[in-house]
């Protein structure tokens, strides 16, 4: 039978799994398990016979719910797979606790825990009999009440982890055809799993009841967390690597239960699964393995788009990993990302992660840059256009006037240090006991995650109250090249070429351009703007930055959380049009404006070297959790060996400039129109919104639009 | 000495190997009926008005010679009473009106050319195309040593018809040739170029014995050159290269058109030229068959 997975390209994706496993993954990224698991939306508290709730604490409340899931969440068993536990429950693909109460949710505002990239290599190593007596160890400690109930929750949560691995293994235990999986999972999760089948049953089953339970955790270094297991059972010859692909194909799969279909807005796959391959380890060496190249095989393969990917590149990054990567972004779809991990690594230490720390790092599910494992990570996203509208130029309603470039520029880095001054008051110092800087106010419960992150358990502290090694929380700056666009025209028009005054100029923007087309035209026309390897701009862009985190980091020492700086708009542009007013640049009132620091649509006529070359002239170092930046290509631009070296070279050149994180999508404006003409006909075209990637289709117009005219931007 | 050039365009991947920056230079000896690049084909200034970038402002009937006039909301541009004089072009808000080339020094060409040299790695370079940038022989010769000197690798799109006496320069600065072969046809390259195909061929033939690298691009033509005869002669001449690496096939599209609307107000787009897919993989199978390597 044949299977078809959407390729942009017109060389045809590689066929080396079985059809069993080529039709599994049709049916899951054609909704099949999603609606599947739509149907069951939460599992009820009445089941338990739960009657006092209101007298129960929130961590009581907790508790029971995390139980209750256990007990009953509905177990599913697909057709032929390889590994077996499911995410089964309709509210966690909503970021919530599944659980009700006389039919409405356990808690109103609850939501679960993503941006996180959690310790798997412990479950793998220890199973959750060791984490057990981890927890048992921390109870015997001194510890307060506090630490006590905590610690208590974890026994309780290990013991229903257990619960929902027993239902499995009784399920299991008379089905013909699933003698293999049977036999996994009376192994792991509970004791240490031997062999690379076991570990990668062992990952899905920890990962799936993270997720199971409202969570949306990201994965990480997978090569690094199984390799070693793929490694000895090869020598041994225990395994080939075929049966290896299709094992681990079967993980890629299954990842995609929650895919529904519909319209989900920003898309149906924004669970921050994040994968991480290739790069150093804590002792400098590369990691790169058998399980790196069997990743890149099954995405080539079957066209998964769920798992965002990010591969760490460095100057010697071997030849072949490269061209491998080249090969899978060729087909579309934007599944594969990279990161610079010389500057990413520079990033973390300068900032004061110790060596070891930072060579490990992964991201927390889009590509925000984190210890895995160790860290409570969020972020704050602002927009650093509308600082400059409202703020320094005040709606344009201006009654004094600005002299020079210097006095704007020194104005606007002033308002954007009050900005920031107004987030670390409203998101950082709320999370503390007031007058106390160190102890953490009391935060919903989120014990399951807690398990999976040192040093909650040695702590004794939850995830959400300091139990991290690495607590952070990242102001994540957007609209940074319209910011710089914006100052440009002004320098230019006003001070350098002084074509009108300050004041005139600005009565122009108040009047969003109206009756004055002409000047509009030429401010269009006339400046190349970030993106297009123009200096006098490029270093608008790069000045704002690296200012932007010097004024994070005074942040740094107050509270245990970290301040550091990233930049970001994670599609947010889309939400920021409706309350901008016109640019300087030529832009209208409400238009959809640059994302992440990418250049403004339709603004960038050299093509994508000169992109990379307007990014990398920012010291990407000081921007500690990343700045990343898109590039479309047009599948005519990469067809043949003469695309696949164009790839190469793009992705070397980035790295030689110092770039950070780059995400190529190849996409062609043309079927992306006719997709949204007739979904019908587009079911796997998936394409990269931005961290993350999404069906097209499942996109709703706005997001469409929007990804559409980023691709045509480059016709 | 200044060169003329219509357009630099980075992040080039079909003209050449690697990531290439493509120079446009001004002029043309042939004047192929299908041509992408009209603008390329005079050697003199001209200028592009794109009707659709006109906001109808009017700032361009300053024009001392009155070659802009407006009637009705409707813009003429009546060429022939242009003497290129510059005025309207900067008045012009919104570049509706742009000369077509720019005259450039070396120094400023490769200063554009550098900008790219973190992603060439050891295939990418500097292209020089056109036109045919040997309609400035000298300049162009002069352009290639300097890159060469510079350390970027060069390329250079042909249609072969240049003085032989440059041969020899050209070759020596030269790493990868696209040449052009537009018929086999002698009479047919005629009449649809302007000019026959023996000097094209013979500096084919000599440039084969001192250059290091050849590929052949042949734009198939519907109903002109898309004949068996056509490929067995090309085919032939492919076994015959000692440096040849093979042959590109380029289907006529209907692309270029719209610059001929910018220069000439008028279309050119002729659909009945353009090779149905299917042929184009006969072409391509054939001249496979033939023992050619088509890319
Ligand atoms: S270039 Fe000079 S002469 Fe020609 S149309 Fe413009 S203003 Fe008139
Ligand atoms: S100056 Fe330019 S925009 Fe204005 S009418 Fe003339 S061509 Fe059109």
């Not at chain 2, 085919?235 to 001929?260: D, F, T």
């Amino acid at each position: 039978m044949e299977f078809e997975f959407y390729s942009a390209s017109d060389t045809k994706r590689p066929i080396r799994l079985c059809d069993s496993t080529r039709k599994f993954s049709y049916e899951s990224l054609n909704h099949k398990y999603g609606k599947d698991t739509r149907k069951n939306p939460a599992v009820s508290l009445d089941l338990d016979n739960i009657k006092n709730i209101d007298s129960f604490s929130d961590l009581e409340k907790y508790n029971a719910g995390i139980l209750v899931i256990a007990k009953n969440a509905p177990l599913r068993v697909c057709p032929n797979e390889l590994i077996c536990g499911a995410a089964t429950l309709g509210n966690a693909i909503n970021h919530m606790l599944p659980v009700e109460y006389h039919g409405k949710p356990l808690f109103e505002s609850y939501s679960g825990i993503s941006h996180l990239t959690p310790n798997y290599t412990e479950i793998l190593k220890i199973g959750y009999r060791g984490l057990r007596e981890k927890i048992k160890l921390s109870l015997g400690k001194n510890i307060s009440q506090k630490q006590k109930l905590f610690l208590q929750s974890c026994l309780h949560c290990v013991d229903c982890f257990e619960i929902w691995h027993k239902r499995y293994l009784n399920k299991l235990q008379n089905m013909p055809g699933y003698e293999n999986q049977y036999k996994n999972l009376c192994v792991v999760p509970e004791y240490p799993a031997t062999c690379f089948y076991e570990a990668v049953q062992s990952l899905w089953f920890t990962f799936a009841f993270m997720r199971l339970t409202g969570n949306w955790p990201g994965i990480g270094r997978i090569d690094v967390i199984l390799g070693e297991y793929l490694k000895n059972d090869l020598e041994k010859g225990l395994l080939t690597i075929s049966q290896a692909r299709e094992i681990l194909a079967h993980f890629f799969i299954k990842g995609c239960e929650w895919i529904c279909g519909g319209d989900y807005g920003s898309g149906d796959a924004q669970h921050y699964q994040n994968i991480v391959l290739s790069g150093i380890d804590s002792e400098g060496n590369d990691v790169t393995n058998e399980v790196t190249f069997l990743v890149l095989d099954i995405v080539e393969e079957l066209g998964i788009s769920d798992f965002p990917i990010t591969v760490r590149i460095n100057k010697n990054t071997d030849k072949k990993l490269l061209r491998r990567i080249a090969q899978v972004i060729r087909h579309g779809g934007g599944v594969i990302a990279v990161y610079n991990e010389d500057i990413v690594i520079k990033a973390l230490t300068d900032f004061g992660y110790p060596l070891s720390e930072a060579r490990n790092f992964a991201n927390d599910g889009c590509w925000e840059v984190q210890i895995p494992g160790k860290t409570n990570f969020s972020y704050i996203p602002f927009d650093s256009l509308a600082i400059l509208q409202k703020n320094t130029l005040n709606n344009y309603l201006i009654d004094t006037d600005i002299k020079s470039f210097k006095e704007l520029y020194g104005k606007y880095i002033h308002n954007l240090s009050e900005e920031l001054d107004l987030i670390y008051k409203k998101f950082v110092e709320p999370l503390f006991i007031s007058g106390d800087n160190s102890e953490w106010k009391e935060m919903f419960p989120c014990t399951i995650v807690s398990l999976f992150e040192h040093d909650c358990i040695e702590r004794g502290l939850s995830y959400r109250e300091g139990g991290p090694v690495y607590n952070i929380i990242s102001p994540h700056i957007g609209g940074i090249s319209d910011v710089a666009n914006s100052l440009y025209a002004i320098k230019k028009l006003v001070f350098d070429e002084k074509k009108l005054s300050f004041k005139d100029f600005m009565k122009v923007l108040y009047d969003n351009w109206e009756g004055n087309e002409p000047l509009r035209q030429y401010v269009l026309s006339s400046y190349n703007y970030y993106g297009n390897d123009n200096d006098e701009v490029d270093y608008i862009a790069a000045d704002i930055l690296s200012d932007f985190s010097d004024i994070c980091s005074k942040y740094n020492s107050i509270t245990p959380i970290k301040f550091p700086s990233g930049v970001s708009t994670f599609g947010r542009q889309i939400e920021w049009a409706p309350n901008r007013i016109a640019t300087p640049s030529g832009r209208k009132k409400g238009e959809i404006l640059s994302g992440n620091f990418s250049p403004t649509p339709g603004t960038d006529k050299e093509g994508a070297t000169a992109i990379i070359k307007s990014y990398c002239k920012a010291d990407l170092s000081k921007q500690v959790t990343g700045a990343a930046l898109d590039i479309g290509l047009l599948p005519y631009n990469v067809r043949g060996e003469d695309g696949l070296d164009a790839i190469i070279s793009l992705i070397s050149g980035f790295v030689t400039l110092g770039g950070y994180f780059m995400q190529i999508d190849i996409s062609d404006p043309k079927i992306l129109h006719d997709a949204q003409l007739h979904p019908e006909n587009y079911p796997t075209l998936s394409v990269r919104v931005s961290g993350w990637n999404a069906r097209f289709v499942t996109l709703n117009r706005e997001w469409q639009n929007m990804i559409i005219e980023k691709s045509a931007g480059k016709l | 000495m200044l060169i003329s050039v219509t357009n630099i365009q980075r992040f080039c991947m079909h003209d050449g190997p690697g990531i290439r920056t493509t120079v446009f230079l001004k002029g043309c000896p042939l004047r192929c009926q299908w041509c992408h690049n009209p603008e390329t084909q005079e050697i003199k200034q001209q200028i592009f008005y794109a009707q659709n970038k006109c906001i109808y402002c009017r700032a361009c009937e300053e024009c001392p010679q009155g070659a802009h006039k407006f009637e009705n909301d409707c813009h003429f541009f009546l060429r022939k009473n242009c003497i290129l004089c510059g005025k309207c072009v900067s008045a012009c808000p919104s570049k509706a009106l742009e000369f077509v080339s720019k005259e450039m020094s070396v120094e400023e060409i490769l200063e554009i050319v550098k900008k790219d040299t973190a992603f060439y790695g050891e295939k990418g370079g500097m292209t020089l195309s056109g036109g045919e940038p040997m309609m400035q022989p000298e300049k162009a010769i002069l352009l290639l040593k300097a890159a060469k000197k510079a350390g970027i690798s060069t390329a250079v799109e042909t249609c072969g018809h240049f003085s032989e006496i440059y041969l020899n320069d050209l070759c020596s600065f030269t790493d990868y040739f696209l040449w052009d072969i537009k018929d086999t046809d002698l009479e047919r390259h005629k009449k649809f170029t302007g000019t026959d195909n023996h000097k094209i061929l013979n500096n084919l033939f000599a440039a084969d014995k001192i250059a290091s690298s050849i590929i052949l691009r042949c734009i198939l033509i519907n109903s002109i050159n898309t004949n068996k005869e056509h490929y067995t002669k090309l085919a032939n001449i492919y076994k015959s290269l000692k440096s040849c690496r093979g042959i590109e096939l380029i289907p006529y599209h209907v692309y270029g058109s719209s610059k001929y609307m910018l220069l000439y107000g008028k279309e050119n787009a002729k659909k009945e030229w353009i090779p149905e897919n299917s042929h184009i993989q006969y072409a391509k199978n054939f001249l496979t068959d033939m023992g050619c390597n088509v890319l």
